[in-house]
């Protein structure tokens, strides 16, 4: 059975930083497409960035150069860190798997067939 279940969310001060954790059961996380998604209070669920089992890691524009994700298959653990955080990165955070490949599911939520819960990001300016 698989699960995922975030944590790290937490509340910060614009120019913070976060590392967000996503513990996976039933799978190595090295195995699927994994992601992070985010969605804001009254917007759509959106894609943040994913990572394939290669390793080959895709961001959303909006947060090349200050998030990193990255994935210990041994503790089948996937994270986000998040460097800089504007107020803009308020939302609550998703990881979300998918068999299909990332070039395929890209940052579709529809592609990804297992969810977690989320875990809340909060930045005030």
């Known amino acids: 059975q698989v699960h995922l279940v975030e944590s790290g969310g937490a509340s910060v001060q614009t120019g913070g930083s976060l590392r967000l954790s996503c513990v996976v059961s039933?799978?190595?996380?090295?195995?699927?497409?994994m992601g992070w998604f985010r969605q804001a209070p009254g917007k759509e669920r959106e894609g943040v960035a994913t990572?394939?089992?290669?390793?080959?890691?895709r961001y959303v524009n909006s947060v090349k150069g200050r998030f990193t994700i990255s994935q210990d298959n041994a503790k089948k653990i996937l994270y986000l860190q998040m460097n800089n955080l504007e107020p803009g990165d308020a939302a609550m955070y998703y990881c979300?798997?998918?068999?299909?490949?990332?070039?395929?599911?890209?940052?579709?939520?529809?592609?990804?067939?297992?969810w977690g819960q989320g875990t809340q990001v909060t930045v005030s300016s």
């Open positions: 990572i394939d089992n290669y390793g080959n890691t």
């Open positions: 979300a798997a998918t068999t299909r490949s990332c070039t395929w599911a890209e940052f579709m939520p529809a592609e990804f067939i297992y």
């Open positions: 039933g799978f190595f996380v090295n195995t699927y497409c």
